[in-house]
């Protein structure tokens, strides 16, 4: 999901990007603007702008009495724009936007704005609150709608929930909603006002710890869900509740649902914490989440071979701690009933190994030994035919996949290698 904003009217806005929120009960004025904030005051330059009767107003007006903190609050204005010299801004009737960009990791419990509005019949003003992370996906995303009439100022709370570490905020405000949103049922009506002051950030959310070395292992040849296995490293279990583990396509991540966290949370395989490193073998009727047909939504259905899936593990955060989740490497459950026919000893060993693994595969003649981290990156490939001593004093103490190929590029095993020296 893309910043709100990001209308083709909008872009004319721009945005203001900060270390913190700045100028949250707008005190400080430059040329018309509140410092720290952008707003489309620009389209005044383009034409008339006027309220629903007529006047000569200003899409963000500063007000100089009735503030709840300090001396001044901001007006936000919807407007009809005439007579306009912009090809990308017609003429017609506009919101007024306000928003500012905070570059901070902090996750906020929520936000607070004290604000007073007066919401023409069939139009709607909205406040959002974006998170963002540092690849600029979405992490976290509350909007709050306003109708009708609040003649005195109260205070709004945005409560937060977060699926992932945060790296930038997006603080999004129009007086009319269908400005930015093209699916909005309301209409934009000049004269509609929102009114804010005093913006305060709630208590800073510490993450619960992230689960380690997840790795997602094709273990029998039953052609079900009990030839997946997922194995991964605890945390510190203080402020940890449960475990989550949930299997799915990966064609889809879950970062990209409305609700991630909420989504592992009712859907996956739920672990209590036991102090213990854990692994968990999904049963034969396991099950794993998959676009529909038309590639519209996510459905469930039977774990089957050739199906390339990540398997997640949320941690429930607990103590006031949000909770967080990390992937597996991707696998692809295959069958190796007729590989094991033909290759009668298999044997890899030692495991956990220390400088040196050997590779023991009766009747396989040119056939590829490749290792992996858990993250995909190859750090081994070479060649055997029937043993294989292979060096990996190179590879730092960790989890790794390997996986022996035939010279047909079928699968004989694969499985862990722990490295621990």
Not at 12 to 28: K, Y
Not at 331 to 352: G, H, R
Request: net charge negative; no cysteine; charged share 15%.
């Amino acid at each position: 999901m893309n910043k709100i904003y990001l209308s083709a009217l909008a872009l004319l806005v721009g945005s203001a990007i900060n270390a913190q929120v700045t100028n949250p009960s707008f005190e400080n004025w430059t040329s018309g603007d509140p410092d720290g904030w952008t707003t489309n005051n620009v389209f005044a330059a383009f034409g008339d702008i006027t309220d629903g009767s007529g006047n000569t107003i200003s899409a963000a007006t500063e007000i100089m009495t009735g503030a709840t903190n300090g001396n001044s609050s901001l007006k936000l204005t919807s407007f009809n724009l005439a007579n306009s010299t912009d090809s990308i801004a017609p003429d017609g009737d506009y919101g007024g936007i306000l928003l500012q960009d905070v570059v901070t990791t902090n996750k906020y419990a929520d936000f607070s704005f004290d604000l007073k509005y007066d919401i023409k019949t069939n139009d709607t003003a909205i406040i959002a609150i974006q998170a963002f992370n540092a690849a600029g996906s979405l992490v976290g995303s509350k909007i709050e709608s306003f109708a009708g009439i609040q003649s005195s100022f109260g205070t709004t709370t945005i409560a937060m929930t977060y699926s992932g570490s945060v790296a930038e905020y997006t603080i999004f405000m129009v007086s009319s909603e269908a400005q930015v949103l093209t699916n909005a049922l309301s209409t934009i009506a000049p004269g509609s006002f929102l009114e804010v002051d005093n913006i305060v950030l709630g208590a800073i959310i510490p993450d619960a710890p992230l689960a380690t070395n997840i790795v997602a292992t094709d273990v029998s040849s039953n052609n079900n869900g009990s030839d997946l296995e997922i194995s991964f490293d605890i945390p510190d279990e203080t402020n940890v509740s449960n475990y989550y583990v949930l299997a799915m396509t990966s064609a889809i991540t879950p970062d990209q649902l409305n609700d991630d966290i909420g989504f592992l949370l009712n859907n996956g395989i739920q672990i209590a914490p036991d102090g213990a490193n854990q692994t968990y073998n999904f049963t034969a009727a396991g099950e794993y989440w998959k676009l529909n047909a038309g590639g519209t939504a996510l459905e469930v259905a039977p774990i089957v071979e050739n199906e390339e899936m990540i398997v997640y593990v949320l941690v429930e955060g607990t103590n006031g701690y949000s909770s967080v989740y990390a992937g597996s490497n991707a696998i692809t459950l295959t069958s190796l009933v007729s590989v094991v026919d033909q290759y009668k000893e298999i044997s890899i060993y030692p495991n956990p190994a220390n400088s040196f693994v050997n590779f023991k595969v009766d009747g396989l003649v040119n056939g590829t030994i490749m290792i992996n981290s858990v993250s995909g990156q190859e750090v081994v490939n070479t060649q055997i035919n029937g043993t294989k001593k292979v060096n990996v004093s190179h590879l730092n103490n960790g989890i790794y996949i390997y996986t022996l190929h035939n010279q047909n590029g079928e699968v004989v095993k694969t499985n862990k290698l722990v490295i621990r020296k």
